[in-house]
């Protein structure tokens, strides 16, 4: 059972174009969303978060919109870079229980030059 | 600041064999998670150890087991090797407890034939 859902697998986009990459939960105990980025033979590597008090948080070229009513919650990268060619992890805490992190399957972005 | 460091980077083993996997967090992280990545799963949460005590576990047969020592170093243990155990083994560490923000290291590539 994913309580995290990443449904696109893959996502290209053109340098200095928006990507925007998709999350959805369907446990509506959580409270603390999280995006990750990883490169190839690396760990993956903290972006941004957003609680469930909030509808957006944003830092620099990156945006999470969190709609709560929808479970979903979605991250914009404006404008994109090569350099953001990676893999994406939605992540998701709880807010009681068992409050270790549950990831989404990830989304591989491709920015093209 | 040193990262998460864990060793060995890459691992070749035999069914039925047994592998441990270490893992040294960074200065002062009291917590150590650790997480399998398999392609199209995502990230699959196995445990969390907090001052030497196992905070939380995920749904992972007995044959995955971990520790904590008193310089919060970890290492899992996976007895009875299964090809579906190959896979990317990822270390994370944080100040406090479960949910925070994790900070990976580069993982152990285990193969297993």
């Known amino acids: 059972d994913q309580q995290v859902k990443q449904n696109s697998p893959s996502l290209s986009v053109q340098e200095g174009r928006i990507s925007i990459l998709n999350c959805d939960y369907t446990?509506?105990?959580?409270?603390?969303f999280l995006w990750y980025k990883k490169y190839p033979a690396e760990g993956p590597t903290f972006l941004i978060s957003?609680?469930?008090?909030?509808d957006k948080n944003e830092d620099g070229r990156f945006t999470v919109f969190l709609n709560k009513s929808a479970k979903h919650l979605s991250l914009h990268i404006v404008p994109s870079q090569p350099g953001d060619s990676a893999v994406y992890f939605c992540?998701?805490?709880?807010?009681?229980?068992?409050?270790?992190?549950?990831f989404g399957s990830g989304t591989r972005l491709q920015v093209q030059p | 600041k040193a990262g998460v460091t864990q060793t060995p980077r890459y691992l070749i083993k035999t069914r039925g064999q047994q592998v441990t996997l270490s893992c040294s967090p960074i200065?002062?992280?009291?917590?150590v998670s650790w997480y399998q990545q398999t392609p199209g799963q995502g990230l699959q949460f196995l445990f969390e150890?907090?001052?030497?005590?196992?905070?939380n576990k995920g749904n992972f047969p007995g044959r995955f087991s971990g520790r904590q020592f008193s310089n919060s170093r970890s290492e899992m243990n996976v007895s009875t090797l299964e090809l579906g155990d190959s896979a990317l083994y990822l270390c994370?560490?944080?100040?406090?407890?479960?949910?925070?923000?994790?900070?990976f290291g580069s993982g152990t590539q285990l193969s297993v034939l």
């Open positions: 994370a560490s944080s100040l406090g407890t479960s949910g925070e923000k994790l900070f």
């Open positions: 446990n509506s105990m959580f409270d603390y």
């Open positions: 957003i609680s469930s008090i909030k």
């Open positions: 992540a998701a805490r709880q807010d009681t229980g068992r409050r270790a992190l549950t």
């Open positions: 200065s002062g992280h009291r917590s």
């Open positions: 150890y907090f001052s030497e005590t196992q905070r």
